[in-house]
């Protein structure tokens, strides 16, 4: 019998979830001995054509990571996910859109401006951007169009399962190839990873005050941390509440706090609103004033609370940006 | 049935979802009802126990789903039957509001009032300020936005469809899939 086949794609994202398949280190071995790898850019060779020429769902499984950004990745999540059995949306920009979703704040245009024509460093005289069509040396090659908006891969296509992490961490990655293997799956539409609070499994757990009322809030590089004390407890944004666990509480092991790049639980739908609730709940003063010195401490409540999540919250997005359809 | 958002003229009108504590605003818009105080029909009231129960995820879920405006209506301070709830949602609601305008969302669409039991003639102004101020400010209109937004891949999908359709008949490349099948609030 031919082994089950298995493909890796990547979108917009940074690579870290390449990395992770590789962390599997010799339990990577394991995976390669039961399955077929039939396309992954980062490590092999494999051109469109080949996996256009595949009969559909003859890919048991493809782990797609990046969020949905150009027309080219749209292709490429809606062509795999015809040849695919099970479509996994693997890390946090697949799953809640991740670091690449803040740019929902802005603007195609202000995103083309600062990039080709503002961003320091930039020699452009001509102001030449992109073109999704261009003259060259009598060819005319074409490139993908940016879209107006990012998007999660399940804002494309349909979406089976989730693994959540920036980036996922190996033991979840295996867990999921294991379950994939010995076909135990959950439901569809299932986050692959526990559905409590990172909190249940952080160390830090003990020291976290049952009742607290925050007089300031500190950023990571303002203050030293007590390496075993809950973050809250020392007047710290830890978005541990309102994120899955999972990770083995990595962050906080290593003296950070949590930013929430697991995401929310099955309870939850905004984590951004969830814990914005959390946290200004328990706040010290009560008046107006008072209540504003102490929220002085999170200048930036978009990029703290949906970091990883702006584009799988409820707003999605900046709501007044242009959107010309196209957009060119 | 017709749509809500719609005047008798046909014109847009807002549409704006309060939320109001059982103890006093609720009961407030109770007495602004007994004495035959008129105020604007453009807002959907919802009773909970105490503003302090105002999830900041049903405020989003309500723009997201369509409301114009939010107004919350709570107990004065020191007021609150649970002697803090009061509190809590004026907390959220300064941070919330700073993270909207972040969002793109104008301040006048989202409210916080505290009206008491005996204030039926504040439910009344507060509602038809906010009415004029929504007017003026027009629709938010969200899911006309989402339905904007996602144009662009759905598009695209009709046609790799079109494209594949040759080699495939199974192909379900769908239309963004409705994220509410998911909501739950807890």
């Not at chain 1, 999972?246 to 951004?272: E, L």
């Not at chain 2, 969002?103 to 039991?117: F, K, P, T, V």
């Amino acid at each position: 019998m031919s082994k089950p086949k298995v493909a890796f794609y990547w979108c917009a994202s940074c690579g870290g979830c390449e990395e992770t398949v590789v962390d599997l280190a010799e339990d990577i071995l394991g995976v390669v001995e039961k399955v077929d790898i039939v396309l992954w850019p980062v490590a092999m060779d494999f051109k469109y054509k080949d996996i256009e020429s595949m009969p559909d769902r003859s890919i048991v499984a493809t782990l797609l990571n990046g969020a949905i950004r150009t027309s080219e990745q749209e292709e490429m999540a809606v062509l795999l996910r015809r040849k695919s059995q099970y479509l996994i949306a693997y890390g946090a920009c697949a799953h809640l859109g991740g670091i690449p979703a803040l740019a929902n704040q802005f603007s195609r245009e202000q995103i083309l401006k600062f990039n080709y024509e503002d961003c320091p460093g930039m020699v452009n005289e001509r102001k030449t951007r992109p073109q999704l069509h261009f003259e060259e040396n009598g060819c005319s090659p074409h490139l993908p169009e940016f879209r107006n908006v990012v998007r999660t891969l399940d804002q494309v296509v349909d979406v089976d399962f989730y693994i959540p992490g920036c980036p996922p961490t190996p033991n979840l990655t295996k867990a999921a190839f294991d379950a994939l293997l010995s076909g135990k799956l959950p439901p569809k539409g299932s986050v692959l990873a526990p559905d409590s609070a990172l909190c249940d499994e952080c160390d830090r757990k003990k020291t976290k005050p049952s009742d607290i009322a925050f007089l300031e809030f500190k950023r990571p590089h303002q203050a030293l941390f007590d390496p075993e004390k809950c973050f809250l407890a020392q007047g710290v944004v830890c978005m541990g509440p309102a994120t899955r666990s999972g990770c083995g509480a990595v962050c906080t092991s290593g003296n950070m706090p949590c930013t929430g790049c697991f995401g929310p639980t099955s309870r939850v739908r905004d984590q951004g609103a969830k814990i914005l609730s959390s946290l200004c709940a328990n706040i010290g003063p009560r008046d107006e004033e008072g209540i504003n010195k102490v929220l002085e401490g999170i200048p930036d409540p978009v990029g703290t609370f949906y970091r990883y999540g702006l584009a799988k919250s409820l707003l999605r997005r900046k709501v007044n940006l242009p959107t010309s359809g196209n957009g060119h | 049935m017709t749509d809500p958002s719609k005047s008798p003229n046909g014109g847009w009108t807002p549409r704006i979802v309060a939320f109001f504590c059982n103890w006093c605003t609720y009961t407030a818009a109770d007495l602004a009802g007994v004495s035959r105080l008129k105020y604007s029909s453009n807002i959907r009231v919802i009773r909970l126990m105490c503003s302090g129960r105002v999830d900041p995820q049903f405020i989003l879920d309500a723009f997201s789903r369509g409301a114009d405006g939010v107004l919350i209506g709570g107990c004065h301070p020191n007021d609150c039957h649970y002697v803090e709830g009061n509190y809590k949602m004026l907390r959220r609601f300064q941070l919330l509001k700073r993270m909207l305008a972040d969002l793109g969302i104008e301040e006048q669409r989202l409210r916080l009032e505290w009206i008491s039991a005996a204030e039926g003639e504040k439910v009344k102004r507060v509602v038809n300020e906010m009415t004029t101020q929504i007017k003026a400010l027009g629709p938010l209109g969200m899911p006309e936005k989402f339905r904007d937004w996602d144009q662009e891949v759905i598009e695209l999908a009709h046609h790799v469809e079109k494209s594949g359709a040759a080699a495939c008949c199974c192909g379900s490349a769908a239309a963004p899939k409705d994220s509410k099948a998911e909501v739950a609030h807890v």
